[in-house]
Nanobody, 117 residues
Framework: QVQLVESGGGLVQPGGSLRLSCAAS????????MGWYRQAPGKERELVATITSGGSINYADSVKGRFTISTENAKRTLYLQLNSLKPEDTAVYYC???????????WGKGTLVTVSS
């Protein structure tokens, strides 16, 4: 079975930075794409950033220029670097992976990011 486990969430002040990690139980190559989604209090889950197996990256307009998605394939880990954080970035952040070879989508359990002074 494939598992995704997020870590790195916590409390940070506005303007601060944080790095989230998503550890996968299988090679990153097994996914046609991976991404980060978030769900703020009282809101629906939304796309933050995605990266394909070919290296194409897409960001939500709200985080473009502030967040960076990347992978470290040897460690089977997906990252999200969050810079210039705003209170509206407060949310549970979820790791997502879409299989290249089967019709399966995987989700982590989420990690909470709170941006507050």
């Amino acid at each position: 079975q494939v598992q995704l486990v997020e870590s790195g969430g916590g409390l940070v002040q506005p303007g601060g930075s944080l790095r989230l990690s998503c550890a996968a139980s299988t090679t990153i190559f097994s996914f046609r794409s991976m991404g980060w989604y978030r769900q703020a209090p009282g809101k629906e889950r939304e796309l933050v950033a995605t990266i394909t197996s070919g290296g194409s990256i897409n960001y939500a307009d709200s985080v473009k220029g502030r967040f960076t998605i990347s992978t470290e394939n040897a460690k089977r880990t997906l990252y999200l670097q969050l810079n210039s954080l705003k209170p509206e970035d407060t949310a549970v952040y979820y790791c997502n992976g879409l299989s290249r070879f089967v019709d399966m989508e995987y989700w982590g359990k989420g990690t909470l990011v709170t941006v507050s002074s």
